[in-house]
Structure formats: C-alpha cells, structure tokens
C-alpha cells in the first residue's frame, strides 16, 4: 500500500533538507520544495497540485538561470550574434521569473531565493572561460536549461492542475521553444 503524502512529507522532508545543507551551504531549491512540502502536508492536496508546486520551484530557478546566463553572455560573449540572443533572452526570463513570482503569492508557494548548487556551478564554470569557448558553453548550458524548460512548459501548459499555473506556462513555452532554437542555430554556426 503506497505511503500518504502527508506521511511522506514528514518522514522524508528533514533528510531532503538534511541532504541540501551537507556541503554548509544551503539549496535554495530544496528549501522551497521543502517550504512547500511542509505547506502541502498540512492541507488536502491532490497529486497534480504537488505537481503544480514542484513545477513553480524548477520554473521559478530556471528563468533565473536564464537571465544570469543571458547577462553573462552580454557581458562575456565574443560572438555579436550570441551578445544579442543573450538581451532577448535575459529580458524573457526575468518577464518569466516576474510572472512566476506574482502566481506564486497568489497561491502562497514558495519559490527559491537563489539558484540551486548545480546552477551556480554552471555560472562558475562558465565565468572560467572565455573567447569561443565560454561562447560554445554557454551555449551548451542555454540548450540543456532551455531543451528542459520548454518540454516542462509545454506539459504543464496542458496538465497544470491550477489554471492559472496553466495560464503562465501556456504563455511561455512558445518563448523557450524560439530561445531553445535559436541557441541551437548559434550553437551550429559557431561550431570551429
């Protein structure tokens, strides 16, 4: 017999926060799911709205990602054509992270306040490089945020259990399926 949410959420939560605090720096994503996981365990809350949350979390750092990446590329990047992607995709994912804030008061969901320790391994690597090589990985790490992004848009554009979630992921996945080819069409032409 599968376990309650609720008692999942008990047992579970402290070894996931327990997990994300082991290097002595904290996750911002853990610690929103979890804010979250503790505000789910207290209502009745359908598999879908767990969902919706999980996603709002994941949507929420990922615009984030987005714009440090699109602003590291306007400053770092040696490709004119890649500075300019970078300004359009920096001002879309802050548009996206505005309008995923603005949902998540609506629905008291807690969104993280940072990226999470993957990301800002990504940043840091990144700003180790330079020249064509910082362009190519910087391209790389937009196609992986962006191929992730626009498949999670899109299903929840269609699945999200809140309509208003609905409403936000049906509005942007159009945005990141035009980013996400256009990092790939860059990606091809600065190929060496």
């Not at 300019?84 to 807690?110: I, M, Y």
């Not at 035009?178 to 860059?186: I, M, N, P, R, S």
């Amino acid at each position: 017999m599968p376990m309650p949410f609720t008692v999942r959420a008990l047992l579970f939560a402290p070894l996931a926060l327990l997990l994300a605090c082991g290097s002595g720096e904290r996750d911002p994503v853990a610690d929103a799911k979890f804010a979250n996981e503790q505000r789910i365990g207290r209502e009745d809350i359908t598999k879908r709205q767990e969902r919706d949350a999980d996603f709002m979390v994941e949507a929420a750092t990922g615009s984030r990602l987005g714009a440090e990446l699109g602003q590291l590329a306007q400053r770092r990047a040696s490709s004119p054509a890649l500075r300019a992607w970078a300004t359009q995709l920096s001002r879309d994912a802050t548009a996206l992270g505005g309008a995923l804030h603005a949902v998540a008061e609506q629905k008291s969901l807690t969104l993280p306040e940072g990226l999470s320790a993957d990301q800002q391994d990504v940043i840091s690597q990144l700003t180790s490089q330079s020249g064509a090589e910082f362009d190519r990985r910087l391209l790389e790490a937009a196609r992986d945020y962006l191929d992730d992004a626009r498949d999670e848009f899109d299903d929840m554009a269609d699945d999200a259990y809140d309509g208003d979630i609905r409403a936000v992921a049906a509005k942007y996945a159009p945005v990141l399926k035009k980013h996400y080819e256009q990092a790939d069409e860059l990606h091809d032409q600065l190929k060496p």
